[in-house]
Nanobody
């Protein structure tokens, strides 16, 4: 009951930065978590991090801690992923997803491609 659209992907050299956006639209605009996932070529989908919407509490996997920052704009129903110090291994399609208080991410965006060249 929510539509998600990612944007901000592109091609960047190693060490560079990108900021991804994920904007939600109705009818449901209330949820427990919004999260970021990525899927690299030939790899399974990987969890990156999430933000608990009500509290703003954020979790990251170890591989991106210190480099990636999740933030939100509640008024715009938008979650961001600021990615710094990008590495070639960050190359993937990045997806946002929503957990509407169910314990699972049931709604997904179409993804945005991030390519990091060496």
């Amino acid at each position: 009951q929510v539509q998600l659209v990612e944007s901000g992907g592109g091609l960047v050299q190693a060490g560079g930065s990108l900021r991804l956006s994920c904007t939600a639209s109705g009818p449901t605009l209330s949820w427990d978590r919004m999260g970021w996932f990525r899927q690299a070529p030939g790899k399974e989908r990987e969890f990156v991090g999430h933000i608990i919407w009500s509290s703003g509490s954020i979790y990251y996997v170890n591989s991106v801690k210190g480099r990636f920052t999740i933030s939100r704009d509640n008024a715009k129903s938008t979650m961001y992923l600021q990615m710094n110090s990008l590495k070639p291994e960050d190359t993937a399609i990045y997806y946002c997803a929503v957990d509407i208080q169910s314990g699972s991410f049931d709604y997904w965006g179409q993804g945005t491609q991030v390519t990091v060249s060496s």
